[in-house]
């Protein structure tokens, strides 16, 4: 079974420019989060979608956008981009309701690795 | 506070040591816990769940203290493998499973 895939894996862009990131999460996985690692630094939240609709955001400017589709895959868009954007954009699935409770183990792609110059 | 804080590490052991992380966090109504594994220039990986009772997993063992916020993980007999930054991992209480809040990570190096 394929795990999380994220696209692209590298990425350069210039100040001020605009990016999109991709992400499929595990087949059956219906809820995707996104993070920003910065070096040094555990992940942190963005964005988590949850069948297809925002359930949180994190504190992030609203440069920041993402969106959910019909097959559960999604899509950061970081607008303006700024020097300080430079970072490991991971994203994570977990499989959201199982029966009566949430089921939060989340499992990373592979990340993508934007440098803003 | 912050959300969730780490033992600061860096741990350099030796092969065949056993070593502990302690981590505690913040929001009491927390409900969901984890340890992540990361390599360097990888994806953090789910190397546990942590349980109120305690689970363990091989050399792995994680507690889950709630009365006092802290969670721990006992590595015993350290392989040179085991070397990588371990996330302390909680996530607050939400209707649809919220955000992950990590630690800033411990680094441990095993050494021959």
């Known amino acids: 079974d394929a795990g999380v895939t994220q696209s692209p894996t590298h990425l350069i862009k210039t100040r001020g420019q605009q990016v999109t990131l991709r992400c499929s999460p595990i087949s059956g996985h219906k809820s995707v989060s996104w993070y920003q690692q910065v070096l040094g630094q555990g992940p942190q939240f963005i964005f988590q979608?949850?069948?297809?609709?925002?359930?949180g955001r994190g504190n992030f400017p609203d440069r920041f956008s993402a969106r959910q589709f019909p097959n559960y895959s999604s899509e950061l868009n970081v607008n303006a981009l700024l020097l300080g954007d430079s970072a490991l954009y991971l994203c994570?699935?977990?499989?959201?309701?199982?029966?009566?409770?949430?089921?939060?183990?989340?499992?990373f792609g592979q990340g993508t690795r934007l440098t803003v110059v | 506070r912050k959300e969730v804080e780490q033992d600061p590490g860096p741990f350099n052991v030796p092969e065949g040591a056993t070593v502990a992380f302690n981590c505690t966090y913040s929001n009491s109504a927390s409900q969901s816990f984890f340890w992540y594994r990361q390599d360097c220039r990888k994806e953090p990986k789910l190397l546990m769940s942590?349980?109120?009772s305690g689970n363990e997993d091989g050399r792995f063992t994680a507690q889950l203290n709630r009365a006092s916020q802290y969670i721990s993980l006992l590595i015993r007999d350290s392989k040179l493998s085991d070397s990588a930054t371990y996330l302390c991992v909680v996530n607050p209480p939400g209707q649809a499973g919220t955000a992950l809040i990590f630690g800033k990570g411990t680094t441990l190096s095993v050494s021959s």
């Open positions: 994570a699935s977990s499989l959201g309701r199982d029966g009566t409770k949430m089921n939060t183990e989340a499992f």
């Open positions: 942590v349980y109120s």
């Open positions: 979608y949850y069948e297809k609709e925002e359930r």
